[in-house]
């Protein structure tokens, strides 16, 4: 059964060893974070506590500068919190190396800061080095290329990875996240470059994965819609803690958006998905007598 939901202060797991349960468990307990130097009551994360329990796809939302970066980073160790901590199906993140943590636990980052002239298949291949070893480079691949084959962008292979587009680049970094073969996948605005064929084909696919492969997929949204379509449960950050939490048409509601988000929306139901309609509330009429057009000139002669 996949779950999200508020964790008990009182509930315990016994330990276990990381990734060697079928199912997928991870339990935030008080988690804050603040930045050196800033003040201690303006924490950009404040005593989170929840539990995220099987293979499913939740997308966090919130505005700009809420902290949901800080918070991923915070549940795969590029921070440390500064209060409370993350298990992993009973196991302490901060126990677990961070080479043995690369082995469950994959993350694709909002924009990759890479600009290297190394080919496609040598950037994919880098996903593979939690598990590499003497004698494993065949299996390794094979892996890269049925990821790139996943993604759909094996005619990349031999290309360099600093001469593609932004697109192009999102592709590859998530073929070299899928490549880690994680069971738990973060994902920062894992669309953000992608035309709208694209955002609904790679979230889809991310969906099935979770499925397929027994995969925690946590990413990061500003699309509203996409992650009301495809979530199983979405995480509403506000104020530097959880706001909403729970199915889609329970947290993507006029007063949720209106609060977190400031703006009105209408939401309607699609296909059992909360589907927004943004609502401008300044009633301003910018129609005037003048006349607007735009016409195609056709070449002469």
């Known amino acids: 059964m996949r779950s999200i939901s508020i964790r008990s202060k009182e509930s315990e797991q016994s330990a276990i060893l990381l990734g060697d349960d079928p199912e997928i468990n991870v339990d935030i307990d008080g988690l804050s974070f603040s930045y050196k130097g800033a003040d201690s009551d303006k924490n950009v994360l404040s005593d ?6 099987g293979a499913q796809l939740v997308s966090i939302l919130g505005p700009n500068g809420v902290g949901k970066s800080t918070f991923i980073h915070c549940l795969n160790k590029i921070l440390d919190p500064t209060g409370g901590c993350v298990r992993i199906n009973g196991t302490n993140v ?4 961070i080479k043995d943590l690369a082995k469950v636990m994959g993350y ?4 990759s800061t890479d600009n290297f002239p190394l080919s496609v298949t040598d950037t994919v291949l880098m996903g593979r080095h939690p598990h590499s070893k003497w004698g494993s480079l065949d299996d390794d691949l094979r892996i890269v290329h ?3 084959q996943l993604i759909g962008i094996e005619d990349l292979a031999e290309r360099n990875f600093n001469e593609l587009s932004a697109g ?12 880690q073969e994680p069971r738990i996948l ?19 696919m991310l969906k099935r994965l979770s499925r397929q492969k027994n995969m925690l ?12 379509k495809y979530s199983d449960n ?4 506000h104020g530097g803690g959880i706001y909403a939490l729970g199915k889609p048409q329970d947290v993507i509601t006029p007063d949720n958006i209106r609060h977190v988000y400031e703006v009105g929306a209408d939401v309607i139901m699609d296909r059992g998905r909360p589907h927004l309609i943004l609502i401008d509330d300044d009633d301003t009429d910018y129609d005037d007598d003048h006349e607007y057009y735009v016409v195609e000139k056709v070449a002469v002669g």
Request: glycine share 2%.
């Open 48 to 53: 989170i506590s929840l539990n995220i329990h």
């Open 94 to 97: 901060q126990d677990v190396s």
């Open 108 to 111: 694709v980052p909002y924009t």
């Open 146 to 148: 049925e990821m790139l």
């Open 168 to 179: 192009q680049h999102q592709k590859v970094m998530l073929a070299r996240g899928l490549a």
């Open 186 to 204: 973060f994902l920062d605005e894992p669309t953000s470059n992608l035309d709208v064929r694209f955002q609904l084909e790679i979230t889809r």
């Open 217 to 228: 997929v946590i990413m990061i949204s500003h699309d509203i819609n996409i992650a009301a």
């Open 234 to 237: 979405i995480i509403m950050l």
